[in-house]
């Protein structure tokens, strides 16, 4: 069994910040890629950010490159979201993902079940 669960989520006005947590455990627990999507009512699922655990690449989507930071812990299979200067198209459930890719997630990749991430205007 593998639980994936985050954590960080609330309610920001525009401009302030937030530091999204996940943690992984069980099996499998070396995860090459954990990362962060998105969803909002009515839009598609996001691309946010990704790390992987043996190179370090980092990859961010387009609409966040600048403001957020991802970064891990390979040790305790960690990954954490730091959002600056949030917006309010920010606003979405954030779910951390955990497999083999790097923006785009396969049948394979398993889910955490979101933290809701509100930004008021």
């Known amino acids: 069994q593998v639980h994936i669960e985050e954590s960080g989520g609330g309610l920001v006005q525009a401009g302030g910040s937030l530091r999204l947590s996940c943690a992984a455990s069980?099996?499998?627990?070396?995860?090459?890629?954990m990362g962060w999507f998105r969803q909002a009512p009515g839009r598609e699922r996001e691309f946010v950010a990704s790390?992987?655990?043996?190179?370090?690449?980092?990859y961010y989507g387009d609409s966040v490159k600048g403001r957020f930071t991802i970064t891990r812990d390979n040790p305790k299979n960690e990954v954490f979201l730091q959002m600056n200067s949030l917006k309010p198209e920010d606003t979405a459930v954030y779910y951390c993902?955990?497999?083999?890719?790097?923006?785009?997630?396969?049948?394979?990749?398993?889910w955490g079940q979101g933290t809701q991430v509100t930004v008021s205007s």
């Open positions: 790390i992987t655990r043996t190179t370090g690449g980092i």
């Open positions: 993902a955990a497999g083999i890719f790097t923006t785009t997630p396969s049948q394979s990749t398993l």
């Open positions: 069980g099996r499998p627990f070396n995860f090459y890629t």
